[in-house]
Antibody, heavy 118, light 110 residues
Framework: EVQLVESGGGLVKPGGSLRLSCAAS????????MNWVRQAPGKGLEWVSS????????YYADSVKGRFTISRDNAKNSLYLQMNSLRAEDTAVYYC???????????WGQGTLVTVSS | QSVLTQPPSVSAAPGQKVTISCSGS????????VSWYQQLPGTAPKLLIY???KRPSGIPDRFSGSKSGTSATLGITGLQTGDEADYYC???????????FGGGTKLTVL
């Protein structure tokens, strides 16, 4: 069974940093592209970033480019999102999602809440 | 403002059929596969349709997808109260080099 478990969310002040983690199990992690997708309170889904299986191809939404960094450790079956210079508008539930190919997200974690507030 | 356009809400009676549209452009829907997600209240999204019209195992055939040009449609037949949820379309946008979603459609089963 595929399992994706996010952690690392919490309350952070504007301008601060946070690192999210996603622990994967139940599949060959190193064979799949992975994504971060977020959802602000009461709002829709927003794709944040993706990394190919060997990190050769990495993409970011314009809203986070230059502030967020996606990375992965295939030996640890883990995906990360380093978030710097956080803003109030980054407040959201952040989901880790496995790419099923053709840019669809076949499996999702339960999400971790990031709140940016003073 | 989402790159993909969906109606904010749709409604229909139990047992009826409903369709949800998703409109885009040549840089996204026109040249990439479309997927659809169901999000029940308080839960993570769930993949319903991928590659325009394929259903993952476990998704009933009451759910269907289609694509024509720069638009896609999700169809749900035999509506049940348990289908009340938010539905999102998604795809890749080659101009943005980014994943994109529609703004979401809230389905109410009256």
């Amino acid at each position: 069974e595929v399992q994706l478990v996010e952690s690392g969310g919490g309350l952070v002040k504007p301008g601060g940093s946070l690192r999210l983690s996603c622990a994967a199990s139940g599949f060959t992690f190193s064979s799949y592209s992975m994504n971060w997708v977020r959802q602000a309170p009461g709002k829709g889904l927003e794709w944040v970033s993706s990394t190919s299986s060997s990190s050769d191809y990495i993409y970011y939404a314009d809203s986070v480019k230059g502030r967020f960094t996606i990375s992965r450790d295939n030996a640890k079956n883990s995906l990360y999102l380093q978030m710097n210079s956080l803003r109030a508008e980054d407040t959201a539930v952040y989901y880790c999602a496995r790419d099923g190919g053709s840019s669809h997200y076949g499996d999702w974690g339960q999400g971790t809440l990031v709140t940016v507030s003073s | 403002q989402s790159v993909l356009t969906q109606p904010p809400s749709v409604s229909a009676a139990p047992g009826q059929k409903v369709t949800i549209s998703c409109s885009g452009s040549s840089s996204n829907i026109g040249n990439h596969y479309v997927s659809w997600y169901q999000q029940l209240p308080g839960t993570a999204p769930k993949l319903l349709i991928y590659d325009n019209n394929k259903r993952p195992s476990g998704i009933p055939d009451r759910f269907s997808g289609s694509k024509s040009g720069t638009s896609a449609t999700l169809g749900i037949t035999g509506l049940q109260t348990g289908d009340e949820a938010d539905y999102y379309c998604g795809t890749w946008d080659s101009s943005l080099s980014a994943g994109v979603f529609g703004g979401g459609t809230k389905l109410t089963v009256l």
